[in-house]
């Protein structure tokens, strides 16, 4: 699910040594496993489905592979939204779960839930603006039958476009490093143990 730079790496990897097949999740607004689509299919044998599909093709995974955004303190996991609902169906298909995350995207704070902390994308990746006034005047779907005509100037509700969710760690099998693989328990360590290497170096700051 989803696209990142090492996540894409790592699967070209993969796909050097060994056989196998690709079932690539995605979802609106910003279809971001298109790049990965693009940079596995002439190596790989891929399948391409929305998220709507992936209960039905979960059934046929023997891993899940996702990029992750940050590891946090608490061992969760910050990542595009749909990671999260990604990471519960494999856990209640027991589908382990391998996170890709860089050591220098570890971070220190914890996060227990998407709503306090997160990033909202722009609503014109999801609804459509009239273009004379500039007003949202429908949801950016295509068809939507007679959800598009609306008499009013606006929308009847507001437009929430979150740009991450959080995948707590109990539906984390495995974080994968440039130190080696480590249980999500262990990135609290990982973290201390690099924030003493900094102080070791004088690079690390606890005004930063």
Do not use: W
């Not at 971001?32 to 044998?45: C, D, F, I, Y």
């Amino acid at each position: 699910f989803g696209s990142t730079p090492l996540l894409r790496k790592v699967l070209l990897m993969a796909a050097a040594k060994k056989n196998f097949r690709l079932i690539i999740v995605d979802s609106r607004p910003l279809n971001n496993s298109l790049k990965t689509l693009r940079a596995l299919s002439p190596h790989v044998v891929c399948a391409y489905t929305p998220l709507a599909g992936a209960a039905k093709l979960m059934n046929e995974a023997t891993r899940v592979i996702l990029g992750a955004s940050a590891m946090l303190s608490n061992g969760s996991m910050l990542a595009d939204a749909g990671n999260a609902m990604i990471a519960s169906l494999a856990k209640s298909k027991q589908i382990p779960v391998i996170a890709l995350c860089e050591s220098y995207k570890f971070s220190e704070r914890v996060q227990l839930d998407s709503i306090v902390h997160n990033e909202l994308g722009s609503t014109r990746e999801i609804a459509v603006a009239d273009d004379k006034d500039g007003v949202v005047t429908q949801l950016n779907t295509g068809y939507c039958g007679a959800a598009t005509q609306h008499d009013n100037k606006s929308l009847p509700f507001n437009i929430v476009n979150l740009r991450y969710d959080c995948t707590p760690i109990g539906n984390i099998s495995a974080v994968a490093t440039e130190t080696g693989l480590i249980p999500p328990t262990s990135v609290p360590v990982l973290i201390r143990e690099l924030r003493l290497e900094l102080e070791r170096n004088n690079i690390y700051s606890t005004n930063i």
